[in-house]
């Protein structure tokens, strides 16, 4: 499912047009990645949290040359599946969590 299918299913569900649906979730993303690149968390219960995470500088190779290379430290964005959404996706492992 791409952006407009989202928009789509949003409208039909919610009976609005395509695009109010489209400039909704317009909103909701630029939301998220707004609040994530300041460094901020957006958590959604039930579906999961969007922050962000330091990656430590670390040595890489370079196949094609055969050399070692410095990789320098960087922030990348992270979504942290919620146990509803884990629980949807694989229901078994939902059990066997909740067995122990």
């Given at each position: 499912m791409n952006r407009l299918e989202l928009a789509e299913k949003i409208a039909t569900q919610h009976d609005l047009s395509k695009a109010e649906a489209a400039r909704i979730l317009a909103t909701i993303t630029e939301t998220i990645v707004t609040t994530v690149k300041k460094?901020?968390?957006?958590?959604?219960v039930g579906f999961g949290t969007f922050k962000?995470?330091?990656?430590?500088?670390?040595?890489?190779f370079n196949p094609s040359k055969g050399t070692k290379i410095k990789i320098p430290a960087s922030k990348v964005p992270k979504f942290v599946p919620g146990a509803g959404f884990k629980a949807a996706v694989d229901p078994k492992a939902a059990k066997?969590?909740?067995?122990k």
């Open positions: 460094g901020g968390t957006v958590g959604i962000q995470v330091s990656r430590a500088a670390r040595s890489g066997r969590k909740a067995a």
